[in-house]
């Protein structure tokens, strides 16, 4: 039986930007289609493969844009690399006993429409659904 694979939109960094481009929007991310990803986990893994519904845009990021001499409190991006914050996200594919297909989890992602998540022990199962789940993302992301 053939994998079903599907195209995977992801929003990368182009390059760091400069501390005086803080606070200007110009050409550092960029919208690219990947290559076809697989819509099932590979066999034997326990990583999760989630399609991400909603995502995070906060100022934190901003500073991960740049690229520190000396380690902060969370790893700059990488150009070349998709732009990760917290999301919103409905399991596809599990290889981890904790999630099953159709749960909905929050945690960090990838911006991009389907994320393949190595350490599932980072994803919280939403516990609220009757809440709105961009929600999630903020104030009931520690609930």
Not at 36 to 50: D, F, K, N, Q, Y
Not at 94 to 122: C, Q, R
Request: charged residues 20%.
């Amino acid at each position: 039986m053939a994998l079903v694979a599907v195209s995977n939109k992801r929003v990368i960094l182009k390059r760091y930007l400069t501390a005086c481009e803080i606070g200007q929007l110009g050409d550092e991310m960029e919208v690219v289609t990947a290559e076809a990803v697989p819509l099932s986990v590979p066999a034997g893994s326990s990583a999760v493969l989630v399609k991400n519904l909603y995502i995070s845009c906060d100022p934190y990021l901003r500073n991960r844009m740049i690229r520190h001499e000396v380690p902060t409190y969370i790893s700059d991006f990488v150009p070349g690399e998709v732009v990760t914050s917290h999301g919103v996200m409905k399991v596809i594919s599990s290889g981890h006993l904790d999630f099953k297909a159709g749960d909905l989890v929050w945690g960090m992602t990838g911006w991009e429409e389907y994320t393949l998540i190595n350490n599932p022990e980072s994803l919280f199962k939403i516990n609220y659904p009757e809440f709105p789940l961009s929600n999630y993302t903020g104030v009931l992301a520690y609930w």
